[in-house]
C-alpha cells in the first residue's frame, strides 16, 4: 500500500528550500517610497504572533467543490495545531442555504453600512459572524456582489467579468473588514484560488495606506483557473497598470510564500503536462520556471467510517468475505430500488435489471464540465461492450447545457436498457446510497487536481480513474498503467502497490503530439471527438479498463479484497501531515518572506 504522503515529502521539502522572493517584483509595481514603506513595515513582522487568515469563495453554505470541504476541515486542523486562524469569505446574497442561515441567526450581523475605498472603487461593506463556527468566521456582503445564486460561480449574463468583478471587490474588502474586526498585525493571508488571489496586491496597498500593519500572502491552486483582467479594473483597483493580463499573472509575483496545490502529481503537472503547460497554464510558465508549485495532499473530506459491519470486516481479513459481498449485495438491491421507483422525467433512459442481474452497475457524477471531467471518454467505452454486460448510471451535477447534454441523450438511447441518466443535483445521503450500492466508481478526467476517489473507497467501491493529478496518489491499481515520460521520477519514492483498490487507465500517446491534439481536442463537439487521435487512445484505454473491472467482478473473492483495501487505505489519507506542511509554508512566509 502507498504511503500518500511519505511518498512525496523529499520533493516537498526540495520545493520548500528552494523558494526565493524575487523583490523585482515588487519594484515593477510599487515606487520606491512605496517599497520601502512596505519594507520598514514588514522587518516587525511577529512570527509567534501571526495570524492565518483562511481566504475562500466557497464555504460551508455556498459549496460547489472540494473547496468548500477543505474550507471546512483545513482552519479547524490549522487551529488543532496551535495556529490562530479566521476564516473569511462572501456573503453570497442570492444563495438559498447562506439566507436560511442568516434568517436562523446562524449567520449574525457584525457590522453594517461600513464604506471602504480601494484606489479608484468604492463599496458598502456589512459583515456577518457564522455563530456556529469553532473559529471566528465571517462573511463580508458587498451591495450589487456575490449575488450569482447557490452556484457562486455562476452568473446567467456574462459570467466572467461578474465574477471577475466580484474577486477583485472581495479582495479590496478583506483588509478593511481585518481592520474593522480588530485584526491588523501579523497577518498571513492564505487565498485559495484565483478567486482571492487579489489579496497578494489589496493587502499590500492596505499596509501602505497603514490600515494593517502588516500582512502577507500564500496561494493554494485547487484548479487551473484563472481570469482576464482588463486594464480599466486595474485602473479602478489598483491605480496602475500591474504587469500581467491575468489574475493569476498579476498575482502571483506578489506572493510571500510558496504557490501549493492539492497533490504533487497535478503541482508538477502544472509545469509539464500538455494539457497544462501547453493550454490552462501556458502564461504561467515563466513564473513557474523559478518557483514551481508546492503540492501538499489533501486529507479525507469526512471521517473514514466503514459501510461494512465490524464482523464482516473481521471475518474478510481472514479471507472470509461472505459476509461483505453479502452486505454489499444489499446495498446493490437498495440502489436498483430508487433507480426503478423514482419517476423524475428529467431522467434519461431506464436501467434493464433482470432479478438474477449479476452485471455490473459503473456509477458517475460530477459537474457537467466537458473541458476538464472526461464522462464522453466513458460514454464511448462503454457503447464499445456488449449489450448486458454492464450498466451505467450517470448523474451530471449540472446539465444546463442541452447541447452537450444531448450527446449522452444519443448513447444512452443506442445502449437502451444499459444507461440511465440523472441529468440533476442529488442528495448527499442518495449520493453516499447510491455510491455504496454501485459497483465501481468512474473518474474519466482530463485533469484532477485531487480528485474524490476517498468517497468512493470510504463507501466500498472500487474506483476506474484516468491516472491524473490526485488520482494517482489514491488508488492503488491491479493493472498495469501506462505512466507518460513527463512524470519523471515522481513516483520513484513509492511503495509497491500490494493491495489494489480500483484500475487506472492511461492511453499511451506521445508527450510531444500531445499539446497539438489537446487543442484540437478541447475545440471539438463531443460528438466529434472520436476522431481525435489523443482522444481515440484514451477511449481504447478506458474500454480495456472497464472489461477489466467486469471480469474481476465475475470473481467475487478478488473483487471483496479490494473493497476492504479501499476501506483500509482511506486510514492513511490524514491531515496531520497536510497541516504540518502547510505549517512549514507559513514558517516560510514568517522567515523568507520579506
Known sequence: MIDSYGAFDHIFQTKLDSWVLIQKNLHEVFSQREFDLLYRTERVFNPSERIIVFLSFENSYASLGGLAAVARILPKKLMEIGEKVVFVTPFHSANSAVLKARDKG???????????HLCNYEGVLNCYEDTSSDIPSFHLEIKNHFNAGDNPYFYNEISDEKLLFDSLAFSASVPYAMNRLGYASNLIFHAHDWETAPISI???????SNLLNQARTVLTLHNSFDAGIPDEFKMLFFNKLIPGHTI?????????????????PFAHELRHDPIQKGIFTDHLQSYFSINPPVGIENGMFEEPTCPFSDSAISKAFKKNFSAILGQKQNFREKFIGQLCTCTDPAIIGKLTIEEGCTAPIFFMSGRLDIMQKGFDIIFYAFERLP??????????????????????????ERCSGDITIWPFRISNNQYKSFLQGSSFLLMPSFYEPFGAATEGLIRGVPVIARGTGGLWVQINPCNQVN??????????????RILPTGILFREDYPDDLAEYKWRDLLNLPLESRIENPLFCSMVDSAHNALLTAIDLYKKPQEYAAMILNGTENVKSFSWDKNVCKYRKVYDIVCNRGI
Do not use: H, M, W
Request: net charge positive; proline share 5%.
Open 106 to 116: 446562524i449567520l449574525k450581523l457584525k457590522f453594517s453600512d461600513a464604506v471602504f
Open 202 to 208: 489589496t493587502s499590500k496597498y492596505a499596509v501602505i
Open 248 to 264: 493569476l499573472q498579476c498575482s502571483l509575483p506578489l506572493l510571500n510564500g510558496p504557490l501549493t496545490t492539492v497533490s504533487t
Open 387 to 412: 449489450r448486458g454486460s454492464a450498466k451505467l448510471f450517470f448523474c451530471p451535477s449540472s446539465a444546463s447545457n442541452t447541447q452537450n447534454l444531448s450527446f449522452f441523450r444519443e448513447c444512452a
Open 483 to 496: 505512466t507518460p515520460q513527463f512524470y519523471g521520477s515522481i513516483f520513484a519514492g513509492k511503495k509497491s
